[in-house]
């Protein structure tokens, strides 16, 4: 008896012990880790006026939103002082953690690679070799940050103004002005505030009061936005920018991004908020179309009117709304959306797990919309990227008997997984299937003369495959999946 009672005292001294360890060890595995570096002042070059701002900005909501582990915070850092951050950042930083790293500084392209430039960059006349190794190249980062494996990996790089040594006269030293496109590691999407080859504007004039540059400026609440995905916040803040850029300065501003982020869960910097519950939830459409518009002033696009799925008589319409209804296309994108969120609407009823997700995106989807205000290119850019997200992650596929498309694979092979059963049985992903076998093998044609490139392909497929095997039979997973790998494939592809 006394064996089996000390047996039984250490049984639940395990268990009791399982229990207070667990979530510690949960929670530590993963936490947020950011690293901040605003120059504003340069030794040798031309000063920035806002770099600093943002990054105290992005300190600032980081701190709001809470839980987050800042580790490096830097203001004007030299080279050194970089690198030195860089470590201990990368020190804290362990696999399955999310990374912020927010960087606002001059930046500058050569021969095909980005680098961004500490206080203490070579002055003009230095020549290229000496620029470039003394400056910090950001592909380094990004291998870095894939060999730490984090859950997500978000960074945002406000880089993109002139290049300081072209206009200083070095008229053959790196790309006129930005920086260039990036193909970034699995698990990372990288924010840039203007698109390649383009210049971010670091203030709208000399007396800007805002401390913080153009795109800071307009990305910080959008982020902050609750459900928002980083996709939406990121096609959000370019019709903002874009907008706003050319209205007061005549530039042409289009902010990128870069997305490669693992699996099919979304990522919201803010939180994704949860499905709403089977029994609170209920549809969202908007009221119904009205045929009249109220009285305006004339439109830019003439006398023609269009009226959205909204009434546009009524007395609490915000600045979207309005927006909306003074603008014929914009009027035409909603009673578009509004058609396809209806129609998967009824589709969805049959599947309340389904049914919820959608009316709860389409909740999250109002709010970012209301984010745009007045400013038509973000509102064109966020209806016509919830149009994709409609017809991409929840179409259905109505079965056709007439017509069967095969996929890159053998349907009658007896060892097949549930995805694929699943592939040959819907003929939208067999067409997918193809049209990624198609992009893959051309791939592997194209690189068969470079083997580490070759050899890179193939396990990043291999990895992929395993990756769709995990959605068996899921519809929607399975239709992200292979849009992801596509996205991917196209990239590479140029």
């Known amino acids: 008896m006394g064996t089996l009672r000390v047996d039984h005292l250490l049984s639940r001294f395990f268990i009791l012990a399982l229990l207070f360890i667990g979530p510690a060890s949960a929670a ?3 936490k947020r880790v950011a690293l901040l570096v605003g120059v504003d002042a340069y030794d040798n070059l031309e000063p920035l006026k806002k770099a600093v701002g943002d990054a105290r900005a992005i300190r600032d909501l980081l701190t709001e939103q809470g839980d987050v582990e800042i580790a490096a915070f830097l203001t004007n850092p030299s080279r050194n002082e970089f690198w030195n951050a860089w470590q201990g950042f990368l020190t804290r930083l362990r696999e399955g953690d999310e990374a912020i790293v927010a960087i606002s500084s ?42 730490k494996n984090p859950r ?49 504007l670091d203030r709208l004039a000399e007396t800007d009061p805002e401390p913080t540059s153009v795109y800071i400026r307009n990305l910080l609440p959008l982020l902050k936005t609750q459900g928002s995905k980083i996709q939406d916040v990121a096609v959000a803040v370019r019709g903002k920018v874009s907008d706003l850029a050319y209205r007061q300065m005549r530039h042409q501003q289009n902010p990128a991004y870069y997305d490669n982020l693992k699996g099919s869960a979304p990522y919201c910097f803010a939180g994704c908020a949860a499905p709403a519950k089977p029994q609170a939830a209920a549809p969202v459409p908007l009221p119904a179309p009205q045929a009249s518009l109220a009285p305006e002033e004339p439109s830019e696009r003439g006398t023609e009117r269009v009226a959205p799925s909204f009434n546009c008589n009524g007395v609490n319409l915000n600045s979207v709304e309005l927006k909306i209804c003074h603008v014929a296309q914009l009027a035409r994108l909603d009673l578009e ?3 396809v969120y209806d129609n998967l609407l009824r589709a969805s009823k049959s599947n309340v797990t389904a049914f919820n997700t959608l009316v709860s995106d389409q909740r999250q989807w109002l709010k970012l919309r209301s984010m745009c205000g007045p400013s038509e290119n973000c509102i064109d850019a966020v209806y016509k990227r919830r149009l994709e997200e409609l017809n991409e992650r929840f179409s259905v596929s109505l079965p ?17 997984n549930l995805a694929e059963i699943k592939v040959c049985q819907v003929d939208q992903l067999s067409r997918l299937d193809i049209e990624m076998q198609k992009l893959y093998d051309n791939l592997i044609q194209d690189l068969r003369s470079n083997v580490s490139a070759f050899k890179l392909l193939v396990s990043e497929q291999r990895q992929w495959l395993k990756l769709r095997s995990m959605c068996g039979a899921n519809e929607l997973c399975l239709t992200d999946t292979y849009k992801r790998r596509l996205q991917q494939l196209k990239y590479r592809l140029g």
């Not at 006269?169 to 698990?187: A, F, N, T, V």
Request: net charge negative.
């Open 28 to 30: 530590f595995a993963e």
């Open 152 to 200: 997500v990996a978000l960074v945002i790089l406000d880089a993109c103004r002139d290049n300081p040594y072209r206009a200083r006269g070095e008229r053959s030293l790196g790309g006129e002005r930005g920086l260039g496109r990036i193909d970034p590691p699995r698990g990372t999407f990288v924010l840039y505030s203007a698109g390649a080859s383009e210049t971010a």
């Open 400 to 416: 056709n008997e007439t017509e069967r498309v095969a996929p890159s694979f053998n349907c009658n092979d007896a060892n097949l």
């Open 337 to 339: 959306m509004q058609r």
């Open 106 to 147: 001059h930046g500058i392209e050569i021969e095909g690679n980005n680098y961004l430039l500490a206080r203490d960059a070579p002055p003009s006349g230095a020549g290229q070799r000496v620029i470039q190794q003394n400056a910090i190249r950001f592909g380094d980062l990004m291998e870095d940050l894939a060999a």
